[in-house]
């Protein structure tokens, strides 16, 4: 029997040394050097071209699909078949105070330090050395191995999408780039802007009004704007407003102070040239998660509701907070849902901006279980929108995706979770997507310990050694039985 584990301390330091080289190429996408063989841009060609020559090194075919993707095979089978492992090479900007300079990759205290570290590139490295091993070993396979390396995981994978026009897709496979044991489904996304349309009567009527008798609205609303990128929870938020009597200003301020400290909240508040700037710190998080943030802009509206403001920023603020206000799940919505594969549906809105001689609309990033339909959704939410002059934009729409547990690579990637650490190997979902979505029978396997912290995407971004060499071993065992494998008879 092998000893998975022994094999890769054996490879320790090559592992490390060629993780080190992909580590330092600041691989982030750049359009502004894109090129023929380099689409997204010089340094993540450079990365690709990097991970080929290592494939080329090692003895494996390899193929350059126009520098969209580009892969490794192991293997001696006539057939067209094959599992896969799915790693990205492409990383975000390293923003954000670093203790070592981002791509100079840098041990602390068991801990590897780099962007791309634990998002993609170590995992990718650990699952790369994998294979490398039983090819080293000599090992029989029915079914060939291919390594799929893509480039635009962090942004769009059109890398994927122009794999799928060009290659058969595999039996089954994996990619190293969520958490451990296994993240066997992807809710369903919806992706759009919520457009509020011009006034249809006086803006100095407010819509609050049920009696029907118009009143002039004391406040006026000049500007709103909160967030800045979609899938995630507004950090900061900010309101520009005035009002018939400008003396009125410092009571709306005082009020403003007293609402933020009986929400807990950070505020503040300035009267500048016969204006009231109203600020709002929230504390940010992932869209796929909002309930574990503290949105800046909806606790902002919340105050904001409360005063009557002209006619079409009373339906802007109206309808956010009766919709989206404390409700991450879609119960004023009338959309809630949940099912046993993956969980609930979510929403945030991640952008809300008003102006009056502008764009005014909120943005929502929506992930629902894979057994719901957008179309129910979407008909739910411009329904009650409506009633307030809103319009769903045309949205970005990605179907749910799950396989499911009866499936064999399902019990082959338990068995070798469980017998290699001793621990459940529970199935997960998550409201984030991998590429597993772009392959039909898909998974995440690992990298993330369950209980362990991930900084992706953060500051000091990293992965601890031990679980990196854990990994590759699982990697590696896992492989090797998917390649040995009898699928064809769930297909």
Same mark, same amino acid.
């Given at each position: 029997?092998?000893?998975?584990?022994?094999?890769?301390?054996?490879?320790?330091?090559?592992?490390?040394?060629?993780?080190?080289?992909?580590?330092?190429?600041?691989?982030?996408?750049?359009?502004?050097?894109?090129?023929?063989?380099?689409?997204?841009?010089?340094?993540?060609?450079?990365?690709?071209?990097?991970?080929?020559?290592?494939?080329?090194?090692?003895? /494996?075919?390899?193929?350059?699909?126009?520098?969209?993707?580009?892969?490794?095979?192991?293997?001696?089978?006539?057939?067209?078949?094959? !599992?896969?492992?799915?790693?990205?090479?492409?990383?975000?900007?390293?923003?954000?105070?670093?203790?070592? $300079?981002?791509?100079?990759?840098? +041990?602390?205290?068991?801990?590897?330090?780099?962007?791309?570290?634990?998002?993609?590139?170590?995992?990718?490295?650990?699952?790369?050395?994998?294979?490398?091993?039983?090819?080293?070993?000599?090992?029989?396979?029915?079914?060939?191995?291919?390594?799929? *390396?893509?480039?635009?995981?962090?942004?769009?994978?059109?890398?994927?999408?122009?794999?799928?026009?060009?290659?058969?897709?595999?039996?089954?496979? /994996?990619? $190293?780039?969520?958490?451990?044991?296994?993240?066997?489904?992807?809710?369903?996304?919806?992706?759009?802007?919520? +457009?509020?349309?011009?006034?249809?009567?006086?803006?100095? !009527? @407010?819509?609050?009004?049920?009696?029907?008798?118009?009143?002039?609205?004391?406040?006026?609303?000049?500007? *709103? /704007?909160?967030?800045?990128?979609?899938?995630?929870?507004?950090?900061?938020?900010?309101? =520009?407003?005035?009002?018939?009597?400008?003396?009125?200003?410092?009571?709306?301020?005082?009020?403003?102070?007293?609402?933020?400290?009986?929400?807990?909240?950070?505020?503040?508040?300035?009267?500048?040239?016969?204006?009231?700037?109203?600020? +709002?710190?929230?504390?940010?998080?992932?869209?796929?998660?909002?309930?574990?943030?503290?949105?800046?802009?909806?606790?902002? =509206?919340?105050? &904001? =509701?409360?005063?009557? *403001?002209?006619?079409?920023?009373?339906?802007?603020?109206?309808?956010?907070?009766?919709?989206?206000?404390?409700?991450?799940?879609?119960?004023?919505?009338?959309?809630?849902?949940?099912?046993?594969?993956?969980?609930?549906?979510?929403?945030?809105?991640?952008?809300?901006?008003?102006?009056?001689?502008?764009?005014? /609309? *909120?943005?929502?990033?929506?992930?629902?279980?894979?057994?719901?339909?957008?179309?129910?959704?979407?008909?739910?939410?411009?329904?009650?929108?409506?009633?307030?002059?809103?319009?769903?934009?045309?949205? &970005?729409?990605?179907?749910?995706?799950?396989?499911?547990?009866?499936?064999?690579?399902?019990?082959?990637?338990?068995?070798?979770?469980?017998?290699?650490?001793?621990?459940?190997?529970?199935?997960?979902?998550?409201?984030?997507?991998?590429?597993?979505?772009?392959?039909?029978?898909?998974? @995440?396997?690992? $990298?993330?310990?369950?209980?362990?912290?991930?900084?992706?995407?953060?500051?000091?971004?990293?992965?601890? !050694?031990?679980?990196?060499?854990?990994?590759?071993?699982?990697?590696?065992?896992?492989?090797?039985?998917?390649?040995?494998?009898?699928?064809?008879?769930?297909?």
């Amino acid at each position: 029997m092998i000893n998975w584990q022994d094999e890769v301390s054996k490879r320790k330091e090559s592992l490390f040394e060629d993780l080190y080289g992909l580590l330092r190429i600041p691989s982030v996408k750049d359009g502004q050097t894109s090129e023929p063989g380099a689409p997204m841009g010089k340094e993540i060609g450079r990365a690709l071209d990097y991970m080929l020559d290592l494939a080329e090194r090692d003895g /494996f075919r390899t193929a350059n699909l126009e520098g969209y993707v580009g892969y490794a095979q192991l293997g001696d089978s006539e057939s067209d078949d094959y !599992v896969a492992v799915l790693g990205h090479l492409d990383v975000v900007a390293a923003t954000g105070d670093w203790t070592s $300079p981002p791509y100079e990759p840098t +041990m602390r205290e068991g801990k590897l330090f780099a962007r791309g570290a634990i998002d993609d590139k170590g995992p990718t490295l650990a699952a790369y050395y994998g294979m490398k091993m039983i090819k080293e070993l000599g090992l029989s396979l029915q079914h060939n191995v291919r390594f799929i *390396f893509g480039t635009d995981e962090e942004s769009g994978s059109r890398c994927m999408a122009r794999y799928r026009e060009t290659e058969k897709l595999p039996l089954a496979g /994996f990619t $190293p780039d969520a958490d451990f044991p296994i993240v066997h489904a992807e809710k369903g996304q919806i992706n759009t802007r919520i +457009m509020l349309g011009k006034r249809t009567s006086d803006p100095s !009527v @407010a819509v609050r009004n049920v009696a029907g008798q118009g009143t002039a609205a004391p406040w006026r609303l000049l500007s *709103f /704007f909160g967030g800045g990128t979609a899938n995630m929870v507004p950090k900061s938020a900010r309101a =520009v407003l005035t009002a018939v009597e400008t003396e009125r200003l410092s009571e709306m301020a005082a009020a403003y102070s007293l609402y933020c400290e009986s929400r807990g909240s950070k505020g503040a508040a300035r009267i500048e040239a016969e204006q009231l700037v109203l600020s +709002m710190e929230g504390k940010a998080a992932h869209g796929m998660e909002p309930e574990l943030g503290i949105n800046a802009a909806l606790e902002l =509206v919340h105050f &904001l =509701v409360a005063h009557s *403001f002209q006619e079409e920023a009373e339906r802007f603020l109206r309808c956010v907070d009766q919709y989206l206000f404390e409700d991450y799940a879609g119960e004023a919505l009338g959309i809630a849902s949940a099912d046993e594969i993956s969980g609930a549906l979510t929403i945030n809105s991640g952008i809300l901006q008003y102006e009056p001689d502008g764009e005014s /609309f *909120f943005h929502i990033n929506l992930r629902y279980p894979v057994t719901d339909e957008a179309s129910r959704i979407l008909e739910g939410i411009a329904e009650r929108v409506g009633k307030y002059g809103f319009v769903i934009e045309p949205p &970005l729409l990605k179907k749910g995706h799950h396989v499911a547990k009866d499936h064999p690579m399902i019990g082959i990637l338990q068995r070798v979770y469980q017998e290699m650490t001793g621990l459940a190997p529970v199935l997960l979902s998550t409201g984030g997507g991998t590429y597993a979505y772009h392959i039909g029978n898909g998974v @995440a396997f690992g $990298p993330l310990f369950p209980g362990k912290t991930s900084l992706a995407h953060q500051a000091d971004e990293y992965i601890e !050694v031990e679980d990196l060499l854990l990994s590759a071993a699982m990697y590696a065992r896992a492989i090797y039985e998917l390649a040995n494998a009898d699928f064809h008879e769930e297909e």
